[in-house]
């Protein structure tokens, strides 16, 4: 089975390429790339023994199966679209979108075209919220009343804080992971969202920090903090932390717990070193086996899209000040 | 020395007792409480005068100062009684159920030209002292995004008077004013508040009560409190976030040992919790002894429990109405 990759733009684009070309898969290859810009498209393919393309019409015509697409999120759509048209099945960096409209869309192409789009929440793929959903399950907390998440992060920079590209701040890269995994948890929507956005850390055009606040359609209280609030000597990345209040009991989880600390004299640093098994392995993993065996995907458009009007919401409110109720659309 | 009457001989009562106990120049001259036993049994100990109300007590004593340690809903005829016998008051948290009738008490405090001091006990907490201080001295820079959690069990014995909401003003209002009071002290007045709110079913059996509040500072800063009477012990964290660094605390990463014997089913006690020193309720009773004796200026005031107290009512209308509520518009600063 071949994959392409469209863009390096994200990060998270080595991550996916290196897991393509493991071991857990003997049979799958990374066979094409395709990058808008041209030095960091030929130093990847190079990296991953992969051929680059320059032209993604060109890549698109190969017979790659599948591609992963991990350009900026306001391209996330023309890619999405150009892919379904050419017949290939997609796994597509979070947010779906920058734009409702486009995310739907992006869905209706797929389902038309008849490939999978698949949106990549690889936190559903952690040991630790895979536990956790058995615990919920179980009822051994009871009903779940109240969830506290954070989704903290580094400022990103880069594209991340260009509003064109990125479609927005903290707030559309790091409310979703949590969304996500509220509505997995419980399978429950969003009634109502309020949300506090501002840029308060540095001087960008896009908002740094926030909180929301959320009611579900069931009752449950939630709140997301999706801010870049950690300081350049955080020793990694983020987090990604839900406090879950049930009828019988609670649940505190840090799903990054799993890590030795380092003390890094050579760099002069504190750092987390993880322990715990690499999540964007398992989606990737999950992915394939999704396009193997023409399953639904583990995590829809729809998923991806139902996240991305909580963000849309977030946006909406916070230069309100009111809190909303979320309109779903029809699919 | 320092004449002391406490009213109310529950949990905190005894607690104050017993740091009242540990203070120089202070002595227990008065007790009043509903409870026969519990008067029987303090009085003796402390060879104080006892009543079931405290007008009728101190018509018979000289105090130098009442300290009202009853439910939140019985604060304001004690605070007036003992204002009007003009003896002083520290009065346990939360002031008063509403920013109105706390306004009041003060007046009545004023015109009786009588202290009134609160126990906002968290400004007596050294990790929480020390981040204001860290806040004021800029070690974070420009605050961005403060988070508070403080957690217990659900208080009270079964259906006691926390769980009615008209008694205690319930966790937002009972726990609340702690981290509302910390914040406004650190970063200012609130500008606005949204808070969601839950508490226990009818088809329930464990009783709890638990509140997600967001909060705007005048400043800019974005709080987010978390308030939960569904937690085993205290449990309380925060974390300050700004343009240069951050602060992060909590009480579960706090303690320095932990004993644990073989020859309990439990699986590991703790020492009671992360204050090895003099506890933050002797600080507070020792400041507000000071205070009175005109040694120091207080820490805190009546005023700035009232500011509280408004914080948490806006919240509790937030939940209410599903809605935020702004604060400065209201006017209800001024």
């Not at chain 1, 960096?93 to 409209?101: G, R």
């Not at chain 2, 403080?150 to 981290?179: F, M, N, Q």
């Amino acid at each position: 089975m071949k994959v392409g990759i469209i863009s390096f733009a994200h990060m998270h684009a080595q991550s996916y390429a290196k897991h393509l070309l493991n071991l857990n898969h003997p049979d799958v290859s990374l066979s094409a790339i395709w990058d808008e810009d041209q030095q960091r498209g030929e130093a990847m393919a190079t990296q991953y023994q992969s051929d680059y393309y320059q032209d993604l019409d060109a890549f698109l015509q190969t017979d790659i199966e599948a591609v992963v697409i991990c350009s900026e999120n306001a391209n996330h759509k023309l890619h999405v679209t150009k892919a379904a048209r050419a017949k290939k099945h997609i796994l597509c960096e979070k947010p779906i979108a920058t734009e409702i409209d486009d995310a739907k869309e992006m869905i209706a192409v797929c389902r038309e075209e008849d490939v999978t789009l698949q949106v990549a929440y690889p936190v559903r793929f952690s040991p630790v919220i895979k536990r956790v959903k058995e615990i919920v399950t179980s009822g051994q907390i009871g009903d779940v009343v109240a969830i506290n998440g954070t989704n903290h992060g580094q400022m990103p920079g880069g594209w991340f804080v260009d509003k064109s590209l990125s479609g927005g701040g903290a707030a559309t890269d790091h409310i979703v992971h949590i969304m996500d995994l509220v509505r997995w948890l419980l399978n429950d929507e969003v009634k109502s969202v309020y949300a506090e956005l501002d840029t308060r850390f540095y001087d960008i055009e896009v908002e740094d920090c926030g909180i929301v606040s959320l009611e579900l359609e069931s009752g449950v209280i939630v709140t997301i903090d999706p801010s870049w609030s950690r300081p350049k000597t955080f020793p990694t990345w983020g987090d990604v932390t839900v406090e879950i209040t049930g009828t019988k009991g609670n649940l505190s989880v840090d799903a990054l717990k799993q890590h030795s600390l380092y003390y890094n004299d050579a760099d002069q640093q504190v750092q987390q070193l993880p322990w715990g098994s690499d999540i964007d392995g398992k989606l990737i993993d999950d992915f394939i086996d999704c396009v193997k065996s023409g399953r639904d995907p583990s995590i829809s458009g729809e998923d991806g899209l139902r996240t991305l009007e909580v963000v849309k919401a977030a946006y909406r409110s916070a230069h309100q000040k009111q809190s909303l109720l979320l309109e779903r659309v029809e699919i | 020395m320092l004449k002391v009457v406490v009213v109310g001989l529950g949990k905190i009562g005894q607690r104050h007792l017993d740091n009242w106990e540990q203070i120089d120049g202070c002595e227990i001259v008065g007790l009043v409480s509903r409870n026969q036993y519990q008067l029987d049994r303090f009085g003796k100990k402390y060879q104080a005068k006892t009543g079931f109300e405290l007008k009728g007590l101190l018509n018979r004593i000289d105090a130098d100062v009442v300290d009202i340690c009853l439910p939140t809903y019985l604060h304001f005829t004690n605070v007036k009684a003992a204002a009007e016998a003009k003896v002083n008051i520290i009065c346990e948290k939360p002031l008063a159920l509403h920013v109105k009738e706390a306004r009041e008490m003060i007046h009545i405090c004023q015109q009786n030209q009588v202290q009134l001091y609160v126990g906002q006990t968290l400004r007596f907490f050294p990790a929480y002292a020390e981040a204001h201080n860290q806040v004021k001295n800029g070690a974070i820079g420009n605050p961005g995004v403060v988070r508070l959690s403080r957690g217990t069990a659900y208080p009270g014995e079964k259906s006691s008077w926390y769980g009615d909401a008209s008694k205690s003003g319930g966790v937002i209002l009972d726990l609340g004013v702690h981290d509302f009071d910390w914040l406004i002290w650190t970063f200012g007045d609130v500008e606005r508040v949204m808070a969601r709110h839950i508490q226990k079913r009818l088809d329930s059996e464990n009783e709890w009560e638990y509140s997600l509040v967001t909060l705007r500072m005048a400043n800019g800063t974005i709080a987010h409190v978390e308030l939960s009477w569904a937690k085993q012990g205290l449990e309380t964290s925060f974390e300050i976030a700004g343009d240069k660094g951050m602060l992060v605390n909590s009480s579960k990463e706090t303690v320095p040992i932990q004993l644990m014997n073989r020859s309990e089913t439990s699986a590991a006690s703790y020492l009671p919790n992360n204050q090895l020193e003099e506890s933050p309720f002797l600080k507070q009773l020792s400041h507000f002894k000071d205070c009175l004796e005109g040694k120091t200026e207080p820490i805190v005031t009546a005023k700035d429990s009232a500011k509280a107290i408004e914080v948490a009512e806006a919240a509790i209308l937030s939940a209410s109405l599903g809605q935020p509520v702004n604060l400065v518009e209201k006017g209800a600063l001024r």
